[in-house]
């Protein structure tokens, strides 16, 4: 599965990347997102509940960061399973460009891969419920920056 895309956001460049590395923000805009939490040098574990057609499973995962270019971009790589649901893994750049004082474009390409019960349910319902989550976390991320103390940072 390949997933790319854009969104602009409400801020400045460096409040972007702030928001980006901000696990609470991030648990709060991620749907069915249960916990993240710091696992070591720019690493996260994540429990989350996520549906995919008629499938819907509890994954724990872990999250690491690399390639790290403050403010404008970073590789995450992540890798996680759901009992008898599956597994996935695959990894994603995330890149910030400038735009306006206040506006901050965040583009993605993610590819990534899942077994199990997920890869038997269809590519089509996969890349659908991952399109779905990508749009769902974007549309709450940027309504916490555009509403969030973020937004009045320096």
């Known amino acids: 599965m390949?997933?790319?895309?854009?969104?602009?956001?409400p801020v400045s460049q460096a409040q972007?990347?702030?928001?980006?590395?901000?696990t609470?923000?991030?648990q709060a805009a991620l749907p069915g997102c249960?916990?993240?939490t710091p696992a070591g040098d720019n690493a996260?574990?994540?429990?989350?509940?996520?549906?995919?057609?008629?499938?819907?499973a509890r994954f724990q995962g872990r999250l690491q960061l690399s390639e790290l270019m403050p403010p404008q971009s970073y590789r995450l790589s992540f890798e996680g399973a759901g009992d008898a649901a599956g597994h996935g893994k695959g990894q994603a750049l995330v890149q910030l460009q400038a735009v306006a004082a206040r506006?901050?474009?965040l583009s993605y390409d993610v590819t990534a891969s899942?077994?199990?019960?997920?890869a038997l349910i269809g590519a089509p319902f996969v890349d659908t419920a991952?399109?779905?989550?990508?749009?769902d976390f974007l549309a709450r991320f940027h309504a916490a920056l555009a509403a969030g103390p973020a937004r009045d940072a320096a």
């Open 2 to 9: 390949n997933l790319t895309g854009q969104q602009h956001l």
């Open 16 to 22: 972007a990347w702030a928001a980006l590395h901000d």
């Open 24 to 26: 609470a923000l991030l």
């Open 34 to 36: 249960e916990a993240i």
């Open 44 to 56: 996260f574990d994540v429990l989350m509940t996520v549906a995919v057609g008629p499938v819907k």
């Open 103 to 105: 506006d901050t474009v």
């Open 114 to 118: 899942v077994g199990g019960a997920l």
């Open 130 to 135: 991952s399109q779905q989550l990508a749009q």
